[in-house]
Nanobody, 130 residues
Framework: QVQVVESGGGLVQAGGSLRLSCTAS????????VGWFRQAPGKEREGVSS????????SYADSVKGRFTISRDNAKKTVYLQMNSLRPDDTAMYYC???????????????????????WGQGTQVTVSS
C-alpha cells in the first residue's frame, strides 16, 4: 500500500511563492506518474501538473503554465511543486497523487484525470491573500 503525504502548504501573499513536497510512506513513488490536483471550495477538482516516472516529461494546466514547476528527485523519493507568482485564485486544497498516465499524454500537456491516479494524499492547504 502506498501512502502519499503532502507538505509545504500555507498562507502567502499574492505574488509570493511556495514549494509543495510529496513523498510516499512505506513505499516509493519511483514507478509512478505523480500528479498534483487542487480543489477550491465549491469547485471541481482540477489537475494542475504531472511528471512521468523518470522525471523527464511534465505537463501543466493552462492556468499555471509559466508559474508552477513540477520536479522529482527519486533519490530523495520526493516530488516537488514549485509555485511562483501565486494569485488569490490559486487558493485551494492541493493533493498529490500517484498513478499511471501514458507518456504520450503527458507529452501533450495532459495532466491526467483523477481516475488515472490510484493513491492520494490527504491534501495541503494553500491560501493566497490579495
Amino acid at each position: 500500500q502506498v501512502q502519499v503525504v503532502e507538505s509545504g502548504g500555507g498562507l502567502v501573499q499574492a505574488g509570493g511563492s511556495l514549494r509543495l513536497s510529496c513523498t510516499a510512506s512505506g513505499s516509493t513513488l519511483d514507478d509512478f506518474t505523480v500528479g498534483w490536483f487542487r480543489q477550491a471550495p465549491g469547485k471541481e477538482r482540477e489537475g494542475v501538473s504531472s511528471v512521468n516516472w523518470r522525471g523527464d516529461l511534465t505537463s501543466y494546466a493552462d492556468s499555471v503554465k509559466g508559474r508552477f514547476t513540477i520536479s522529482r528527485d527519486n533519490a530523495k523519493k520526493t516530488v516537488y511543486l514549485q509555485m511562483n507568482s501565486l494569485r488569490p485564485d490559486d487558493t485551494a486544497m492541493y493533493y498529490c497523487a500517484a498513478g499511471w498516465v501514458y507518456t504520450e499524454r503527458i507529452a501533450k500537456m495532459d495532466v491526467g484525470a483523477a481516475m488515472d491516479y490510484k493513491y492520494w494524499g490527504q491534501g495541503t492547504q494553500v491560501t493566497v491573500s490579495s
